[in-house]
């Protein structure tokens, strides 16, 4: 049963850069596509974007321009920076597995990083 | 603003059934992709609680159903326990963002 285990940096601020790693066990990292959705403070999630083993992702268009998503297979652990971040950048960001199918639902979810963005 | 819209909130009564509602437009749920459910518990991540519209993950409880037609999806809780209470959230894609990921704004429901 695959698990999730994340970890970054928590408090940032304005300009800096997001970086958290989430490490994959009891699975492997190149068979699945691997997600990053995060969750404001007033509960609502967004889809941040996706990749895979194959460094193929896909990006949310509204924060493209700043996000880069990696793979590591060595490590069985994926990553994600987001750059330049605001204050509006807040929230809880949570890596997760992405059901390998046409359908595509997220299960296991990591425990969740709270990032916080202040000057 | 969240592309699939849920109510903010929900209430009952331990043991009676509660519907959350989940609806999409003709972009998303209408044009036929899957709705998932997930069930957040108090200070815990997500988890996913029902996928492609109906299906339970092994371990979820058979008092938890969804069904979806048309533009609009529901999650059916029956014999509600206290331990149900939560926030449910659910979730698509929609072909007017390139078949991106949609989520709605969340439902949290309160064991009266």
């Known amino acids: 049963q695959v698990q999730l285990q994340q970890w970054g940096a928590g408090l940032l601020k304005p300009s800096e850069t997001l970086s958290l790693t989430c490490a994959v066990s009891?699975?492997?990292?190149?068979?699945?596509?691997w997600t990053w959705i995060r969750q404001y403070p007033g509960k609502g999630l967004e889809w941040i974007g996706e990749t895979s083993h194959s460094a193929s992702t896909n990006y949310n268009p509204s924060l493209k321009s700043r996000v880069t998503m990696s793979v590591d297979t060595s490590r069985n652990q994926f990553s994600l920076k987001l750059r330049s971040v605001t204050v509006a950048d807040t929230a809880v960001y949570y890596c997760?597995?992405?059901?390998?199918?046409?359908?595509?639902?997220?299960?296991?979810w990591g425990p969740g990083t709270l990032v916080t963005v202040s000057s | 603003q969240s592309v699939l819209t849920q109510p903010p909130s929900v209430s009952g009564a331990p043991g009676q059934t509660v519907i959350i509602s989940c609806t999409g437009t003709?972009?998303?749920?209408?044009?036929?992709?899957?709705v998932h459910w997930y069930q957040q518990l108090p200070g815990a991540a997500p988890k996913l609680l029902i996928y492609a519209n109906k299906n339970r993950p092994s371990g979820v409880p058979e008092r938890f159903s969804g069904a979806r037609s048309g533009a609009s999806a529901s999650l059916v809780i029956t014999g509600l326990q206290a331990e149900d209470e939560a926030d449910y959230h659910c979730q698509s894609h929609d072909s007017s963002l390139n078949g991106d990921v949609v989520f709605g704004g969340g439902t949290r429901l309160t064991v009266l």
């Open positions: 997760v597995m992405s059901s390998n199918t046409s359908s595509n639902w997220f299960d296991p």
């Open positions: 009891g699975g492997s990292i190149s068979e699945n596509y």
């Open positions: 003709s972009s998303n749920l209408g044009e036929g992709y899957d």
